[in-house]
Nanobody, 123 residues
Framework: QVQLVESGGGLVQAGGSLRLSCAAS????????LGWFRQAPGKERDIIAS????????YYTDSVKGRFTISRDNAKNTVYLQMNNLKPEDTAVYYC????????????????WGQGTQVTVSS
C-alpha cells in the first residue's frame, strides 16, 4: 500500500513557475513508476509525465515537453514536477499516482493516487 500526498499548487500568472511535490509512504519507493496527471473541469484525467521505476527513464506528453520536468528523490520518497512557462491552459487539478508497472501512461495503469492539488494560471 502506498499513500501519496501532493503539495505546491497555487495561483500563478502566465509565464510563471511552480514546483509540485508528492510525498509517498512505503519503503520501496524506487520500485514504483510515478506519474503526474491533471484534470481540468469537464475533461478527462490525463497523464502529463512519468518517471519509471528503477531508473527506467521518463515520459512527457507533447503539450508539456520543454516546459515541465519530472524528477524523483528516492531517499526522500518524493516525486517532483517542475513547471515553467505556465499557460492558462495548464489550469487543472494535478494528481500524482504510483504503479508497479514499468511502462504506464494510462490512468487505469496506476493503482495509488493522491488527493490532488489545484494549479490555476491567470492570463
Amino acid at each position: 500500500q502506498v499513500q501519496l500526498v501532493e503539495s505546491g499548487g497555487g495561483l500563478v500568472q502566465a509565464g510563471g513557475s511552480l514546483r509540485l511535490s508528492c510525498a509517498a509512504s512505503g519503503r520501496t519507493f524506487s520500485s514504483y513508476t510515478l506519474g503526474w496527471f491533471r484534470q481540468a473541469p469537464g475533461k478527462e484525467r490525463d497523464i502529463i509525465a512519468s518517471t519509471r521505476r528503477n531508473a527506467g527513464g521518463t515520459y512527457y506528453t507533447d503539450s508539456v515537453k520543454g516546459r515541465f520536468t519530472i524528477s524523483r528523490d528516492n531517499a526522500k520518497n518524493t516525486v517532483y514536477l517542475q513547471m515553467n512557462n505556465l499557460k492558462p491552459e495548464d489550469t487543472a487539478v494535478y494528481y500524482c499516482a504510483a504503479t508497479t508497472r514499468f511502462i504506464a501512461t494510462m490512468r487505469d495503469s496506476y493503482d495509488y493516487w493522491g488527493q490532488g492539488t489545484q494549479v490555476t494560471v491567470s492570463s
